[in-house]
């Protein structure tokens, strides 16, 4: 559904260096403990983790983040000693314009919206069987997780930061559930014009 991380560090209007920033800005961190925290969070960004040490090496360059002093024990044979960071100053005071600038609309980019674009007549039935199994996969996931219930977090005793995971699940369960009913609109146009295009074909023989 979102586009890969671009070159900028940008997927979908989402800021990925923000998304760095903000998660040292929580607590201190090298480089792997980053990549493991934000994929429990963000999984659906898909960073790997060259990515997040380029993002460290930005950040670090712009003043935003400096190396804490202290080195975390490597997890290797070695036992390499890893760079610990944390956030300036000025990188929370940037962090903090980020949150109140407004935020860009995400930008859904599917597969099959560029094939069916691309696609011809003749395509039809492979598209439809592409659609029919890409709903499939959607309507099972959806039965696979449960919908939290948005009145339960707005209690004030519920931790904030379980209350925002919380929200951005109900975000990603209610656009899977706009996709499979997408999907399910274009799945009965596609059968419809099949079955118009098979009756046209028989009249004429």
């Known amino acids: ?56 090496e930005r950040l670090e360059q712009d003043g935003w983040i400096e190396e ?31 949150l109140a600038a407004p935020s860009e609309r ?9 094939k069916l674009n691309l696609s011809e007549p003749d395509d039809l039935p492979e598209l439809l069987a592409v659609a029919e199994t890409q709903a499939r996969e959607c309507v099972a996931e959806l039965a696979s997780v ?7 977090v707005a209690e004030p005793d519920v931790p904030w930061h379980h209350a925002a995971v919380l929200m951005a699940d109900d975000l990603n369960l209610r656009w899977l559930q706009a996709l499979v009913d997408w999907l399910n609109a274009i799945c009965e146009v596609i059968e419809e014009r099949i079955e118009r295009t098979s009756g046209s074909s028989a009249f004429s023989l």
Request: hydrophobic share 35%.
């Open 146 to 152: 449960r919908r939290p219930v948005l009145a339960q």
């Open 68 to 98: 804490k002093g202290d080195k975390a024990a490597g997890n290797t044979r070695r036992g390499a000693p890893r760079v610990i960071y944390r956030s300036t100053r000025l990188g929370r005071e940037r962090f903090k314009e980020w």
């Open 106 to 114: 995400a930008v859904l980019r599917d597969e099959l919206q560029a």
């Open 1 to 56: 559904m979102y586009g890969p991380v671009s070159g900028t560090g940008d997927v979908s209007g989402l800021s990925t260096k923000h998304v760095v920033l903000g998660l040292l800005i929580e607590q201190p961190g090298y480089g792997y403990d980053l990549l493991k925290r934000a994929r429990t969070r963000f999984g659906f960004l898909g960073l790997s983790e060259n990515f997040v040490y380029k993002t460290l």
